[in-house]
C-alpha cells in the first residue's frame, strides 16, 4: 500500500503531464525517497496508482540505475568511475573505501549504514575525484587518507 | 512504381515498401532479426544492412539498414558490397557472444531463424573468448517454456506481445547487455495469444511448452495442410505428428485468414486428438444395460447394416467436415437427417447464413477486418469465440494512426513513429454486449445489456441511419446519446465494420446487425460484416440444411425411431440432457462415430471411433463463407499399437453402405463431389484444394519432410520388417518423403521450408508479397456472395423482462467442446460459475465465490458464484459449454440459491 | 535598475558570484535580466526565432545544429497542433562535462528565461527541464526561481500581461546517460525506457507525447535572453575571430584531468586550445606533459599536442579530426596509461548502453574487455584489428543512435594517434 503522503506526491506530480503513466519514474522516486528502495509491492502499487502495470512499471524501474530495487544501505554511496575521476585517482578513493567499508560494489554494510556504488560523471571533473553520499557531492578527494575520510563517513551515522 | 538497382540490376518496385520486403520478394536472401511482416521495422537488430549509393559513381557508398530503407526511385543498394557483408556477419557474431549454443538440446535446433541466419552471414569462428551472461528462467504456464539465455535481444517478443496483441505482462526489464524479457515476476501469461511467442522469437527463449514436453524435430514430424477446429475462424494450423500423437500445432500462413498469427486455444487445443481415454475400438451393446465389448469391425458394421434397415433417423454435426455429414445424409437419405443442432442455433445459423446471403455487407476477412476504420461489435464476446477476430480487431484500431503516418509521410511500416504520430488515439470501436470483454479497453464506448438490449441500441442505430425505420422502444438518454455517436462514425468511416455472431443466441441481436448493414449502404456507406457462428463447420452445415435437433427429438420421443445414428456429435451439449435421456431410451439402438468419449458415446449401442482432425480429410465452411480443406495428417494405426479401429467417421458410413450393397462413393472426393452436386451453393467445394488426382510431375506431395528420420525403426519393436507406407487414396499427399515439394498449390504445401530458411519464417519463399497472398491465391473457396442488400428484419414487439434472466457467456478456455479436452487448456479453464451483477448478487446476500444452486427451467446444478461488476442487474451470466455446465433454456425461468454450506 | 552601459562580453556567466549562489529576482533584473524575455514577447515569435538563426547560435549539447533552424522546424500558423512542448536538456552526463551544472547553479533565472522566450517562439505553452538526478543543487535552486517568477506572473498564465501562457515543470532523472539523446530523453519524460526513437518525424514534429517539442541543452538556452536583448549582431561579434570561425557567441569551455587549475571559463567562441589549457587552466602539473586530450567530452575523438592550437568551434575541430562536442576538454597526461583511459571510457559506454541494438549493446562490453586484456597484459594477436574493425562497425550509420558511435571516437582516434600503446601491449603479452 502506498501512504497517503506518497500518494498524494504522485498526484502531484501526475498534474505535470498529459499521460498518468509519464509520471513513472516519479512515482518510483518518491516511493524510494520514502523507503529507500522500491520493493515489488511497490511496483504492483505503484502501477494501480498510475493506472499500468507491475511489467510495464518495472521496465522502467529496471532500466534507470538509481532506481533501487533491492534494499540499500542509509546511506548510500557512489563513487564517481568516469574518466575524470579516474584520471585523477578514483581507483585509490575506491580502494579506500572499499577496505574503510569492508564492503565491495554493491554491497550494504552489516550495519546497513551504507551501500556502495559506482556511478558516472558527476559532473564536477574539475574537482575530481568526487563522490556522493546521500545527495551531498564531495570533491577534491585524490589525496583524501583513511582518517580524512572516516571523519567524512561519521557525518552519515 | 518505383525503379531501384540492386547490384547492378534494375528491379521496378511498389515504393511504399521497405528494401528488405521488396529483398525478400525479388526472391533473394537477406538476414534479419527485428523487423517482421506484421510487426513492422524497429531497426533494432542491425542485422539487415546493405550498402547504399548515392549514385552511379559513388562505390563507397554507405551501410543502411534495409528493413528502415524506403524504396525511392532512382535509388542504388549492393548486398554483396563488402561493409554490408561484414557487418552482417559482425552482427550475428555479436549476437552470439552471449548465447549458450545450445542447439542440440533446444526445441528451436534446425528450425531456428537464428541458426539460419548465422550460415547466412557465413559466420563460423567465435572469437569472443570471455564469460557469457546468464539469466534466471521464468514459470510462464501450460503453453511457453522460457529459456532466456538462448536471447539475442531483438524485442520481437515485446512488439508482438505488447504493441500488437496489447499484452500487458510480458516486457523487456534491465538495460545495456542485461535486458531481460520476461514477466515482472513468474507467472501464467495472460495473452489468449502468447503461444505465437515461439514463433515470434526468432531462436529458442520461448518454446512451445506442451512440445517440448514429448519433443520430435522439426524434421521428424509428419505433417499436412489442416485448419483449425475450435472456432468458426478456420485459421489454417500445421498439426505435426510422430508415434501417432500429434506434437504441436504451428501457424500455416493465409494472407486473408490467420496470417501469421493464431490463438492459444488453436495452438494448444489439438492435445484432445492424443487422449487416451479417445474411443480406439469399435464397442458393441450385446443387449440393453450389457456393458459394451469390443467387436470386430466387420460384425460392427453388420450389426449397424442390419439396424439400418429399421425405422432410422441420422443426426450430423458442425463440428464435423461436410464429407461427414453428407455420408450420412448419402446412407439414410438426406430427409431423414438432421443436422445436430438445438432448434435455436439452427435458427440463428439459418439467420447469419440469411443475412450474408442477402445482404448488402461484403463479409470480411481477417486481413479485411485489420483494415476496418469503424467497428461495431453487437452482442459477440469475439475473444471468447472467435479470438481471432479479436486480435484482428487490435490492428483496426490502428487504422487511424496509420492516416496520420500518410499525412505525415511517415512509412506505414516505421512501427514506432507510426505508434508516436498516433498516441492513444484510435479508430473507433464500440462494444455492445452482456458482459466486459477483452476489447473494451481499445473500445471508444461500451455498452452494457440483455440481448434484446442490445437489439434496441442496434435498431436505434437504425433508426439513426435511415428515418423510414422505426426508433427503437424504451431507451433511455444515454443510450440514444451513444447509438448517434455509434451512427455517425460508422456513416462516416471509409471502411465501416459490423460484428456480430452466434454468441449471445439472440436473433433479435442478429437481425439489428443485419439492418445496420442494409441501413448502412441505404445510406451510401460500403459495410462489412463478421458474423460468427459457434463451431468450426456450422456455416457449412447450416448451407447443408436438414431439420434440427429438436425435431428429431420430437420424432424419436412420438416413437416413430428405432434407430438413430449420431455423427461426431454429443448431444448432452445441445439439448438438456433430461429430455434427451428419455428420448433416447425410446430408441431400439444407437449407433454413435466419434472421435471422443462423451455421454453420447456412452449410451451408444455401437460405437464406432472415428478419426480425429489430424486424422481425417475433409472440408469446413468457416465463418466467411470460405470452403477449405483439412487434410489427414498420420492414418490411425501406422505406428502400431496407436490405430485400433480407428477411421474417418464417412469411412464407417461408406463400409456400411457397401455391406449394405450401397454405394455412396469410394473416396472423400466422390463425397465432396456429391455434397458439391447437391446444392449448386455448395459447388465450389470442390476447388478448395485439388483432388486426389493431382499430381506435380507425376508425383505426389510427401507429408514427410526430406529429412525424415527412423521410419525404418520406429515399428521395429513390433515387426523387424519396415511397414509399407499407408496409402492415400483421397488426397495428393502421400505419407511419405519422395514426392513433390515445389510449385504446390497453397491448399496442399504441408510445411514451410526451404533451401537455407529452416525456421517457419521459409513463408517468405511460399508467398506472392510479403504479408500477402500465398502464390497461387490463398486456400479455399469463398462461396458466398453478398447480395443485392434489401429488407429490414421486422421486430417483434418489445416487452420489458420479468425477473432473474440468463445469458450465456464464453470462455476462450473451455466453452469449446475439443479444446476443453486437453491437459494444457484444461489448465486455463475456470471451475464451473455462473456470474451476476454486485447488486443483483447483494439481493440475494451472496458473495463472490459463494456455492449457489442454479435453476433454469428443470435443470439445476451447483456452481461457484462470480460477481461480474460488468453485467447489467437481473441477468445472470452462464458459461456456455464450460465443463460442469449444463445445457438450459436460455429462455426458461430462472432462479439462484446459496447452497447450505 | 541599472540598465548596464555597454554590453557583456562573457554573457553567460558575468552575473555568476565567486561562491556561485544565485541572484534573486530582483537583483537578477537589475543586472538586466528578463530584458531579453520583455523584448521577445513584443517580437513576433517568428521573428525570434529569425533572430536566433541570424545570431548563428548552434547547439551546446554536443551535436551543434543551429537552434534556430530547429525552432524553424516547428509547424507554427492556426494550423499546428495546439500543444507544443519546450524541453530541456539538463542530463549532462558526458564525462568530462560540467558546465550546465554551473549555469544552473549559477543563475537559474537565465536559464528560465531562455525558455520561456523558447517557448514564445515555438508557441509552447509547456516546458520541461530534464535534469539529472545527482544535481540537487541545481534541482533546489531551479524551483526556487521558478516558485519566484511564478510569483511574478514571469511563468504560468498570461506571462507580463501580453497572454502568452507558458509552465515550466522540473523533471529529474533516474540515472542512465543515454537520456541526454534528445528522442531518449522523450521516452524517458514520458515515463518510458530512455531507448532512443527512430527519426522522421523528428522531435519539431512529433517529440513529446507526439507533439511539436524543440529539446535544447542548458547552455544553448541560456544563450538566448542574450541574444534578443543585445541583437544578432553583437552576439556573433562576441566569437573570436580565428580563421575559420563562422559561429558566433561565447562557449563554456573547461578542462580536467592534470592540469594546475581544472575548471570552466566562458571564453569567446573559436578560443585556441593551448589557451584554455595552458592560461586559463595554468598549463599541465609539474613534470606532467600533455599527450592528448578529448576537446569535447568522453565521445570525441582524441587531439593531441601538436594539435594544440585549434581553434575551438565547430568547424575547426571537425576540421582537426573531431568534435566540438560538450567543448569542456579531458587532457590526457604522459603518466596516466592510455589504455586503462580507453578501458574506462568503454566500460563507461558499455554500461550506459540503452540495450536497443546490437552493435552497441554486445559489441562495447566486448570492446571494453578486449581493452582490459590490452592493460592488463593479456591481449592477443588479432586484438588490435578486432578493435579496428569495432570502431568502423559501431560508427555512425551502423547503430541506432549516436551513442556508440561516440564511443568508438576516442577509440578510433587513440588507435590512429597512439598506435605504439597498442603494440607495446602485446609485445608485452608476446613475451611472457
Ligand atoms: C548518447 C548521447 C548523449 C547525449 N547527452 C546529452 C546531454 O547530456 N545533454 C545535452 O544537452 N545533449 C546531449 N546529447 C545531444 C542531444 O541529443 C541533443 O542533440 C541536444 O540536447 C540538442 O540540444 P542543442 O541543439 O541545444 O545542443 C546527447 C546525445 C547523445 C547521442
Ligand atoms: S547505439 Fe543502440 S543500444 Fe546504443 S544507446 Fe543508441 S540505440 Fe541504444
Ligand atoms: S531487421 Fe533491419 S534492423 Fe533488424
Known sequence: ?157 | MARIYIDGHAFEVDPSRNLLEVVLELGQDLPYFCWHPALGSVGACRQCAVTQFRDEQDTRGKVVMACMTPCTDGSRFSLQHDDAVEMREAVVELLMTNHPHDCPVCEEGGSCHLQDMTVMTGHNYRRYRYNKRTHRNQDLGPFVSHEMNRCIACYRCVRFYREYADGTDLNVFGAHNHVYFGRASDGTLESPFSGNLVEVCPTGVFTDKPYGESYTRKWDLQQAPSVCHHCAVGCNIFPGERYGRIKRVENRYHGALNGYFLCDRGRYGYQHANAEARPRTAMLRERPGAEPQRVATDAALESMVTWLQTRTLGIGSPRASLEANQALRALIGAERCHRGVAVQDAALDDLMLQILRQGPAQIASITDIEQADAVLILGEDVSATGARVELALRQSVRQHALGLADASKVPRWQTHSVQLLGQDARSPLFVATPAATRLDGIASKTYRGAPQDIARLGQEIVHLLDYTQPRAPGLDDDTIHLAHTIAEALKSARRPLIVSGAGCASAAVLQEAGNIVTALAHAGAAPSIVLLPAECNSLGTAMLGGADLDAALTQIESGEIDTLIVVENDLYRRVPAARLDAALARLQHLVVIDALATPTTQRADLLLPAGSFAETDGTLVNYEGRAQRYFQVFQPGAYVGSGGDVRESWRWLQQAALQAQGDIGTTLDDLTRACAHGDPALAAIVDAAPNAGFRITGQRIPRQSQRYSGRTAMNAAHDIHEPRPPQDADTPLAFSMEGARVDLPSAEIPIFWYPRWNSGHAVNKFQQEIGGPLRGGDPGERLIVPGAGGSYFERPPWRPPQGLQAVWLHELFGSEELSARGPAIAERTPAAYVAVSAQTAATMAAREGDAVQVTVGDVQWPAALRIETSLPDGILGIPRGLPGVPVVLTDAAVSIQRSAS | MTARQSPPLRPLTERLRPDNTPLSLAEYERHGGFQGLRAALKMGPQDVTGMVKTAGLRGRGGAGFPTGVKWGLVPMGPEAPKQKYVVANGDEMEPGTFKDRLLLEGDPLQFIEGMIIAGYAIGASIGYVFLRAEYTLAAQRLLAAMAECEARQLLGRNILGTGFDFTLYLHTSAGRYICGEETALLNSLEGKRAVPRSKPPFPATAGLFGKPTVVNNIETLCNVPHIVHYGADWYRDLSAKTTGNADGGTKLYGVSGKVKHPGCWELPMGTPARAIVEQHAGGMREGLQLRGFLPGGASTDFLTAAQLDVPMDYDSIAKAGSRMGTGLLIVLDDKTPLLGMLRNLEKFFAIESCGWCTPCRDGLPWTERILADFEAGRARAGDIELLRQQTRLLGPGRTFCAHAPGAMEPLQSALKHFPQDFEAALRGTEGD
Not at chain 1, 503522503?5 to 498518468?20: C, G, K, N, T, V
Open chain 1, 1 to 157: 500500500m502506498l501512504t497517503p503522503d506518497e500518494l498524494r506526491e504522485i498526484e502531484h506530480e501526475l498534474s505535470h503531464y498529459a499521460q498518468p503513466q509519464a509520471a513513472t519514474i516519479e512515482a518510483l522516486k518518491i516511493v524510494q525517497k520514502h523507503r529507500g528502495w522500491v520493493s515489488d509491492e511497490a511496483v504492483a502499487d505503484i502501477a494501480t496508482a498510475l493506472n499500468s502495470t507491475p511489467a510495464t512499471v518495472d521496465a522502467v524501474a529496471s532500466f534507470y540505475n538509481l532506481i533501487y530495487r533491492k534494499p540499500v544501505g542509509r546511506h548510500v554511496i557512489h563513487v564517481c568511475d568516469s574518466v575524470s575521476c579516474w584520471i585523477m585517482g578514483q581507483t585509490r578513493l575506491s580502494e579506500l573505501l572499499k577496505a574503510r567499508l569492508g564492503i565491495d560494489y554493491g554491497q550494504t554494510t552489516p550495519d546497513g549504514r551504507f551501500t556502495l556504488l559506482p556511478i558516472c560523471c558527476l559532473g564536477t571533473c574539475d574537482r575530481a575525484p568526487a563522490m556522493l553520499i546521500g545527495s551531498d557531492t564531495h570533491r577534491d578527494l585524490e589525496s583524501v587518507d583513511a582518517a580524512r575520510l572516516d571523519a567524512l563517513l561519521e557525518r552519515y551515522p
